[in-house]
């Protein structure tokens, strides 16, 4: 790819629920209807999924994974969560490049603790070099979010990387890093870019509103990136809907403030000033302490109490 920088690539599973109409799962793999002329079909096994990440060169390769809907019954969920093992087992076996690509297995069993637990202490049982958690962000409640984050940490090795899918809002990764996720992804930033809006530390502005057509500040005076720089939000209001280079503008921003919001997690860290660090942001946000019942809670789990 001529990329000379970090890079992390999925597996595929995430169609499995996304085009679930045009996927049929077995224990081969997951067989999709193609959407092309020809009408045919393209099967993806365990195997296939390694390989295609094993050529592209990535450090971090997610295995293929049995991914369910949060609202399904224990039952099928324990079906799939020890199909996700048995895949990842197929993957290491064929995996060429284990001292230079890492593959990560995903700990899944939706909102079942007990599902949750035996997923881990399997996973944990393989030779790897860092865990993800998949299945959430589907619909569940943030109550119910929250609690299987934090269990799912408290199984994992606190030595090796821990990296939480599809979780991208501001105040999701604050709390998620605060009950000991390390790494994160989502494609929150540059979706809601296409929507016109732009995030800050004190929530999202959303561009398309009138009252941005003379607001002639940066989206952030904090933050350097290029659109900062040098387009201000009554410009960017005027382009929003009319031209595609208004996305491009946003996500850029909104990339660069996700960058930016997770040195300053990493550096209150090694500063040793993280509770401080998650005080102030959480107060930020909600400047009226009309704090959000999930957030007081997880962070209370930790032991973070806010001001």
């Known amino acids: 790819?001529?990329?000379?920088?970090?890079?992390?690539?999925?597996?595929?599973?995430?169609?499995?629920?996304?085009?679930?109409?045009?996927?049929?799962?077995?224990?081969?793999?997951?067989?999709?209807?193609?959407?092309n002329k020809t009408k045919g079909e393209v099967m993806l096994t365990p195997e296939?999924?390694?390989?295609?990440?094993?050529?592209?060169?990535?450090?971090?390769?997610?295995?293929?994974?049995?991914?369910?809907?949060?609202?399904?019954?224990?039952?099928?969920?324990?079906?799939?969560?020890?199909?996700?093992?048995?895949?990842?087992?197929?993957?290491l076996k064929v995996h060429k490049n284990p001292n230079t690509q890492n593959i990560f297995p995903i700990v899944q069993g939706t909102l079942h603790e007990d599902l949750r637990r035996i997923s881990a202490k399997d996973l944990t049982q393989r030779v790897v070099n860092g865990y993800a958690i998949g299945g959430l962000s589907g619909g569940e409640s943030k109550d119910e979010f929250w609690k299987i984050v934090h269990l799912c940490t408290d199984l994992l090795p606190k030595d090796k990387p821990r990296y939480l899918m599809g979780v991208g809002f501001a105040i999701d990764l604050v709390v998620c890093s605060a009950l000991g996720v390390d790494m994160f992804d989502c494609v929150f930033p540059?979706?809601?870019?296409?929507?016109?809006?732009?995030?800050?530390?004190?929530?999202?502005?959303?561009?398309?509103?009138?009252?941005?057509?003379?607001?002639?500040?940066?989206?952030?005076?904090?933050?350097?990136?290029?659109?900062?720089?040098?387009y201000t939000r009554a410009f960017l209001h005027g382009i929003v809907t009319e031209l595609p280079v208004a996305c491009h503008l946003l996500t850029e921003h909104n990339l660069a403030f996700q960058l930016r919001l997770m040195k300053s997690i990493r550096d209150s860290v090694c500063e040793q000033q993280f509770p401080a660090f998650v005080q102030k942001f959480v107060f930020d946000l909600y400047p009226?302490?009309?704090?959000?019942?999930?957030?007081k809670d997880a962070l209370t789990a930790v032991n973070i109490k806010l001001l």
């Open 288 to 295: 009226d302490k009309n704090y959000p019942s999930w957030v």
């Open 48 to 91: 296939h999924s390694i390989e295609i990440q094993n050529a592209i060169g990535a450090d971090i390769i997610m295995q293929l994974d049995d991914v369910v809907q949060t609202t399904f019954s224990s039952v099928v969920c324990t079906n799939m969560h020890c199909r996700t093992t048995r895949w990842l087992d197929r993957a």
């Open 190 to 230: 540059t979706r809601t870019a296409r929507f016109g809006c732009a995030l800050t530390m004190t929530g999202q502005l959303n561009l398309r509103k009138a009252r941005f057509a003379k607001d002639f500040q940066p989206i952030d005076e904090d933050c350097t990136c290029n659109t900062c720089k040098r």
């Open 1 to 35: 790819m001529n990329w000379n920088r970090n890079l992390l690539t999925d597996s595929g599973g995430f169609q499995m629920v996304s085009l679930l109409e045009l996927a049929e799962i077995t224990e081969e793999g997951v067989k999709f209807q193609s959407l």
